[in-house]
C-alpha cells in the first residue's frame, strides 16, 4: 500500500510491478484509510 501526495503515474506502473497494492493519495481520511488496509489485507 502506498500514501503520498506526490506521485507520477511512471512511478505508479513500476512500483505495482514490483508487488505494491492500493493507492491512497494524502490527505486522506481515517475512513479511507481503512478501506485501503481492509482491501489489501483480503487479497
Do not use: C, Q, W
Not at 11 to 17: N, R, S, V, W, Y
Not at 33 to 40: I, K, M, N, P, Q
Amino acid at each position: 500500500m502506498i500514501a503520498s501526495g506526490y506521485t507520477r503515474s511512471v512511478d505508479m506502473e513500476e512500483t505495482t510491478a514490483l508487488g505494491a497494492g492500493r493507492f491512497i493519495k494524502n490527505p486522506y481520511t481515517m475512513k479511507e484509510l481503512g478501506r485501503a488496509v481492509r482491501d489489501e489485507l483480503a487479497r
